[in-house]
């Protein structure tokens, strides 16, 4: 079985920066892609960003240019480094990954960008 945490929500100013993260534990498929969602109040869950486990990235066509998705496969832990937030990007974040015959998601973290 698959456990996913996420750390790294919080309140941040429009223009500010976060970095949320994502550990993985447990039966870990070597062949497996993780990827960041979000869903904001309303709204449907949406791709952030996603990374396979050959590093292959892929960004929703609203990240442009200001997030970041990273892994380190030896801790089996994804990143997203967040840039120039805006209140827009306000939303729950989830981390989710998926591996043959697994979809596993985490709990979400709160990213709350306002003045």
């Known amino acids: 079985q698959v456990h996913l945490v996420e750390s790294g929500g919080g309140l941040v100013q429009p223009g500010g920066s976060l970095g949320l993260s994502c550990a993985a534990s447990?039966?870990?498929?070597?062949?497996?892609?993780m990827a960041w969602y979000r869903q904001a109040p309303g709204k449907q869950r949406v791709l952030v960003a996603q990374?396979?486990?050959?590093?292959?990235?892929y960004y929703g066509d609203f990240v442009r240019g200001r997030f970041t998705i990273s892994q380190d496969t030896a801790k089996n832990t994804m990143y997203l480094q967040m840039n120039s937030l805006q209140p827009e990007d306000t939303a729950v974040y989830y981390c989710n990954i998926l591996f043959p015959g697994g979809n596993v998601w985490g709990q979400g973290t709160q990213v709350t960008v306002s003045s």
């Open positions: 447990g039966n870990i498929h070597s062949n497996n892609r």
């Open positions: 990374i396979t486990s050959g590093g292959i990235v």
